[in-house]
């Protein structure tokens, strides 16, 4: 495989775990004897939109500067609000936000944590972190409707332009929610960590659409 311009040869290494599960994090070797870790380079795309996704702060300190939400909040302001997740679905423990960056803290609910999962990367996780998106989003249109009167859109997910794994994904987990530009067509780059702050997985443009035909929701 060409990965270089000098044109290197690389060995892509995936190790497995075991026949359900994959332990993605790749190295590269070079015919020139050199080992890089695929994310290295996968990143380059992130530093270049301003994204520091190696800067990141999960500590109570680097928290603080966010605005906390506790995970009971997050689900009643979403279900005011016309969305309703079911109790396996409920994996944000904590929700930190800013305009612009959205922190959740991620863990598997009781009611699954017992059980294997044949999972590289759990359902419930990767949908939590898309719900962290959500809830910024209806805290901001809450926001736009003290200041002009407005009310709050549906939004459902819609599109999802890659997917990207390094490493084993835990059940406690924290995703990270970088919008790209704003205006009435967001595009969100979300990251997600163990914690100890380690990349594991990275999802680029990810975009919702906002239901039309459907009454704007006043505040209950």
Known sequence: MEVTERGDNADLKVLSRDKKQLYAQAICELSSGQQVL??????SHLKAQGIRFDEIDLSAAGLAQYRKVPAAQ???????????????LQGIKALYFSPSTVIAQLQLPSILANKQSPFSVHPCLADSALQAISILAVARDKAKQTRDQGGVQTRVPFAIDRFQQYREIPLNAWSVGHVLNDGKKEIWTIVIYDAQSNVCAVLDGYRQRILSGVPRLSEA
């Open 38 to 43: 695929a994310e290295d380079q996968s990143f």
């Open 74 to 88: 997050c689900y009643d302001l979403l279900r005011r609000h016309g969305i309703t997740h079911k109790t396996r």
